[in-house]
């Protein structure tokens, strides 16, 4: 999204100012403003010409040297003697040509800008992802113990329940309620997608929208496991993922 507010001098240079832009920035919003001011004192005053009034003054004194009687000339007829007041419009084609210098120049200071600052944001961006993998890591352990536990629990419900106890009744109940917890898959995607993230943020060029696509990722199988975990420990390691996927999210768009 390309935004210009440009003075009447420089509106014929939105066409090549936009694509010096969009060779250059790939992602996000610029608004370009651009003006002509005059530097001259007295807000834009036209400045006196000395070497025209010089001559001027040489031809004045000739004048009077041969006619003695002649009238001097007066200030005002000076000022308004042709070349006398300097002309200081600049051609606009030389206004519109010092702009683009200058354009240029700004745009490799806010491309070097954009530079430094992505790499700073990278190494937030990796500090968050390597405490995602200390998450999902934690995560992993704790489901077969939520599985030993209900086992336990439902061993012990069934036995005050019945007096013959079924083993492969809870074998049965113990294999559907593994399969409804079971978030191996979901663990090994989020592993997946931190790797990609590592990759990403390695080879270096833009990476938002590579990135931004890897956070929705993220973020639906944090819901997941979410969803299918059975314990506090898990429910409150959802949380943190999510919590540090909205982190990088922000940050990710400030990439381009």
Request: net charge negative; proline share 4%; hydrophobic share 45%.
């Amino acid at each position: 999204d390309i935004g210009f507010r440009l003075g009447d001098d420089l509106r014929a240079l939105e066409m090549p100012l936009r694509e010096r832009i969009t060779a250059r920035v790939g992602r996000g919003k610029v608004e370009c403003r651009g003006y002509v001011q005059s530097q001259s004192s007295g807000g834009g005053e036209r400045v006196p010409n000395a070497e025209q009034i010089a001559a001027l003054g040489r031809l004045d004194t000739l004048v009077r040297a041969a006619m003695p009687n002649a009238v001097p000339l007066s200030v005002a007829e000076v000022l308004r003697w042709p070349g006398v007041m300097a002309d200081e419009t600049v051609p606009v084609e030389e206004i519109q040509t010092a702009a683009l210098g200058l354009f240029d120049n700004m745009m490799e200071e806010f491309v070097a800008s954009r530079a430094r600052e992505g790499q700073k944001l990278a190494a937030v961006l990796r500090e968050c992802a390597r405490r995602m993998r200390e998450q999902v890591a934690a995560a992993g352990p704790l489901v077969p113990l939520a599985i030993a536990a209900y086992q336990d629990r439902l061993a012990a419900k069934l036995r005050e329940a019945v007096a013959n106890l079924d083993e492969d009744r809870i074998r049965q109940e113990v294999g559907v309620f593994a399969a409804k917890i079971d978030v191996a898959e979901e663990i090994a995607r989020l592993v997946t997608h931190l790797d990609e993230v590592d990759r990403v943020l390695g080879k270096g060029g833009p990476t938002g929208k590579r990135l931004d696509f890897l956070m929705q990722e993220l973020g639906r199988e944090a819901n997941t496991l979410a969803s299918k975990s059975v314990s506090a420990e898990v429910t409150a390691i959802a949380l943190e993922l999510k919590l540090l996927i909205e982190q990088m999210r922000e940050q990710v768009q400030n990439l381009e």
